[in-house]
Structure formats: C-alpha cells, structure tokens
Nanobody, 125 residues
Framework: QVQLVESGGGLVQAGGSLRLSCAAS????????MGWFRQAPGKEREFVAA????????YYAASVKGRFAISRDNAKNTVYLQMNSLKPEDTAVYYC??????????????????WGQGTQVTVSS
C-alpha cells in the first residue's frame, strides 16, 4: 500500500511559480513510476508529467513542456512538480499518482493505482 499526500497548491498570478510536493508513505515507493495529473472543473483528468523510479526518464504533456519540471527524492519519499510561467489555463486540482504495476512511464489515469487527495492551483490573469 502507498499513501500519497500533495501540498504546495495555492493562488498565484499569471507568470508566477509554484512547487507542488507529494509525500508518499509505504514500502516500495522508490520502485514505482510517479505521475502528476490535473483536473479542471467540467473537464476530464489529464496527464501533466511523469518520471521513472530512478528519475532518469521524464515525460511531459505538450501544454506544460518547458515550463514544468518533475523530480523525485527517493530518500525523502517525495515527488515534486516545479511549475513556472503559470497561465490561467493551468488552473486545476493537481493530483499525484503512483503506478505499482509498470516500470515504464504511462500517461493515462487508469494505469495508476494509487492517488493523492489533490491540491488546488489557481492562476489569476
């Protein structure tokens, strides 16, 4: 079992930055690929970024590539999402997720079997 708790969300002006954190508890966290997803009101949950267990391979949605950076510290059981140059369209609830069944990065929500409760990010124009 893995429990995930996100933090770091908030209200920021367009062009600003936020860093989200996802603290994990439970064994084998370091062996799992991890991902960040987001869901805006009335929209489906969408992929944002993911990385392998070592952090050596990362993948980003086209909409955030070059602005967001995902990283992990397995010693601290924590995954981060650094978000720069934020835009109003980045407004959403952001979720971190763990994939215990695969070793390669997946980008669809149903591939991930552990989820946090989400943290709200609001970007004002």
């Amino acid at each position: 079992q893995v429990q995930l708790v996100e933090s770091g969300g908030g209200l920021v002006q367009a062009g600003g930055s936020l860093r989200l954190s996802c603290a994990a508890s439970g064994r084998a966290f370091s062996g799992y690929p991890m991902g960040w997803f987001r869901q805006a009101p009335g929209k489906e949950r969408e992929f944002v970024a993911a990385l392998t267990w070592s952090g050596g391979t990362t993948y980003y949605a086209a909409s955030v590539k070059g602005r967001f950076a995902i990283s992990r510290d397995n010693a601290k059981n924590t995954v981060y999402l650094q978000m720069n140059s934020l835009k109003p369209e980045d407004t959403a609830v952001y979720y971190c997720a763990a994939d215990s069944r695969n070793r390669l990065i997946r980008t669809t929500p149903y591939e991930y079997d552990y989820w946090g409760q989400g943290t709200q990010v609001t970007v004002s124009s």
